[in-house]
C-alpha cells in the first residue's frame, strides 16, 4: 500500500495536496483497496461551495458505496472529469489519473483544517484499522 | 478476505470486475469449501429426501442433480439446495454456508423417521469451482473423466489430478463449467492442478465476482432473494415444489394452497422482478422502490453489471405492478426499467 511523504490526509482516507490556495483532493491507495473496484464516482459541482468535513459526493463500488468529503471549506474549481467515462483511474493511479476535485481555500496555510495529518500519522492509522 | 458464516474468505484476488470478465469469455476458480456437504444414506434415503424436500428426488437417476428447497410447515424456505444423487442409497445435499446447521438439524429430524442416516461431512470435504467456456478444456487435462458424458445437472465419481472426487456439471454463474468435492486435504492440490492446467486463462475469483456473476444470471442467493419469509412461488421457483409426487412432504398443504392461488391469480402478494437502473446509481439490498411516490417493494440485489455495463437489480414488488418504478438511492429518486431475468444467458448450452 503507497502513502506518499509528500501529500497530506484525513480520518476519511483522503489524501489532499496542496499548491498555493487550491487543493487537489481524491482517495488513498488503502480506501481503493478496501473498495475494490470503483465503478461511479458522483463530483461536487464546479464552482460550488463545500464545506470541512461534509460530504459532496458519493464513490461507488461494486460491493459498497462511500460519500465523498471535503476537507476544506472553499470553492470547488475543477473536477476529474475522465472518472466520468473511466471511474478504474481510482484504483489504478488513486494519487495520479484517478484525483477527484479541486477547491480553493481562503486564509493561506492558516486555512487549512489543523485535523489534516502527515503521511506518517495515517500510516498509523491504518494499521490501527486492520 | 472477509467473514462468511464462520468462513474467512476471499472477497477479490485481484480486481472483481476481470474476475466476473474472465469467467464470462473463459474461466475462473473458485474457493467454495464454506458449503455445507451433508450426506443421506441408506435403503431409504430417497424417500426420506422426498418427505423432507420439496423435490421428487426419488425420481433422479444415479449421476442426477437437482436443484430444490428445504421448507418449513407454512411453506417459508429453510434453505436452496442441490442434491446429488451419488449412488443409488446415497445422496449430497449441498447447503448454503449460514443454512449449513439448520439444514443438518433439520434432514436428521425429517429423515430419522424414514430411517435415512445423515451425516454431516462439510469439515472433511472441499469444493473447488472451475466455471466458464473453457472449463471443459481446463479439467479434462487432469482428470480422465469423459467430460462430454457428464451433462448439465448431473454428476460422477472420477480423479482429477489423482484425488479421488465428485465430478458435477453445476454452478452458480450462468456459464458451463464444473464443481469438485473432494477431500479436505487435497484441496491445494486440486485447486493447484487446476490453475496450472488452465494457465493464463483461468484466473481465481472471489465472491464479490460470484454474487455479481449469480445476479447477472438471475439467480436467487439466500438472505437476499430468499428466506424464512419467502414462499417458492413468490421468488418464481414454483416449479421445484413437486405437489404430483406421491406422499406427504413438509410444508405440502401450505404450499399446495399457495399453488392454487398462484394457478387462479390471486396470490402471492409480490413477485421477484428484474430492474436495469437508468442512472449510474447502483441499486442495493433493502432499497425501497417507489410508483407515483408509494412505496411498492423493496431491491433484494443490486449490482453494476460488469457484462451490460450498468447497474442491475433483483427486487420484491407487489404482484402485478407497471411502474414506472423509481429505487430511492439514499434519498433521491432513480428511475429504473423492469426487466426479463436473466440479464445474462449464455449462447451456448452444454
Redesign the interface.
Known sequence: MSVPAELRYTQEHEWVSIDGDVATIGITDYAANALGDVVYVSLPAASSSVSAGEPCGEVESTKSVSDLFSPLDGEVTEVNEELDDDPGLVNAEPYGAGWMFRVRFSGGQAGLPAGLLTAAQYEDLTKSAE | MTDFAGWLMP??YG???TEHLAVRSSAGLFDLSHMGEIAVTGPSAAEALDYALTGWISRLKVGQARYTMICAPDGGIIDDLVVYRQAESRFLVIANASNAAVVLAELTERCAAQGADVTDETDQTALVAIQGQNAPAILSQVTSLPLTDIRYYSGAYGEVDGVPAWVARTGYTGEDGFEVFCPAQAAEQVWDALAKAGGSSVVPAGL?AR??LRLEAGMPLYGNELGRDVSPFEAGLGKVVRLDKPGDFVGRPALAAAAEAAEAGTGPARELIGLIARS???P?HGYPILTEGVQVGTVTSG??SPTLAVPVAMAYVERGARGPFFIDV?GRLEPADRAELPFYRRSQQA
Open positions: 472477497l477479490r480486481s472483481e470486475t464479490a454474487d455479481t449510474r446509481r447502483i442495493r449490482a453494476p439514499r
